[in-house]
């Protein structure tokens, strides 16, 4: 099975700030890998897809880079909505699996 | 616009029996694999199953292989998922999602499965 190691797990920041997450993969996945955010009570919303595709509606300030291994998910410019827990999913092979989370908080 | 409406769950004891739906509209359901994923209170992600959009290849997580069971009713739009021996560690809010190849890009808002006694 493929596992997905997100760094870090808690991400403390301010409003205005750059942020970049990290998701690495035991083993290649190509550009398998999707990043979404879920807020408390909500279900997760699809971010970024094939490792760096901007999903239709999502503010240009999100940003997805990566192949292989190591991927990163940026976000500019921190606004007051983004604070929430970010998942990255490999959809490489099966089982799917998604990085535990990183929880980004003020 | 797309809509995925869960259904089901509930309170069931340990080793009982639940069936989840989702009924589906707003695409061409049968263009999409999908998915259940669920979530664990206060915990993360977990993919539990998917099958394909014409129902006819289905993957599992190890965790239910063997115990649960995905199915699609391409006609009315409807995705289900049969859960038998539930055990306490299958407590979770159960989302169903379309996914594409990339990833999912349409969620329902999860139906809560509690096993206890």
């Known amino acids: 099975d493929i596992q997905l190691t997100q760094s870090p797990s808690f991400l403390s920041a301010s409003v205005g700030d750059r942020v970049t997450i990290t998701c690495r993969a035991s083993?290649?996945?190509?550009?398998?890998l999707a990043w979404y955010q879920q807020k408390p009570g909500k279900a997760p919303k699809l971010l970024i897809y094939a490792a760096s595709t901007l999903q239709s509606g999502v503010p240009s300030r999100f940003s997805g880079s990566g192949s292989g291994t190591e991927f990163t998910l940026t976000i500019s410019s921190l606004q007051p909505e983004d604070f929430a827990t970010y998942y990255c999913?490999?959809?490489?092979?099966?089982?799917?699996?998604f990085g535990q989370g990183t929880k980004l908080e003020i | 616009e797309v809509q995925l409406l869960e259904s089901g769950g509930g309170l069931v004891q340990p080793g009982g029996s639940l069936r989840l739906s989702c009924a589906a509209s707003?695409?061409?359901?049968?263009?999409?694999?999908m998915s259940w994923v669920r979530q664990a209170p206060g915990k993360g992600l977990e993919w539990v199953s998917t099958?394909?959009?014409?129902?006819?290849?289905?993957?599992?997580a190890d965790s239910v292989k063997g115990r649960f069971t995905i199915s699609r009713d391409n006609s009315k739009y409807t995705l289900s998922v049969h859960m038998n021996s539930l055990r306490a560690e299958d407590t979770a809010i159960y989302y169903c999602a379309t996914q594409g190849v990339f990833g999912s890009g349409s969620w329902g808002q999860g139906t809560l499965v509690t096993v206890s006694s």
């Open positions: 999913d490999q959809l490489n092979s099966y089982p799917r699996t």
């Open positions: 707003g695409f061409t359901f049968t263009d999409y694999a």
């Open positions: 099958v394909s959009g014409g129902g006819d290849i289905t993957y599992y």
């Open positions: 083993q290649g996945i190509s550009s398998y």
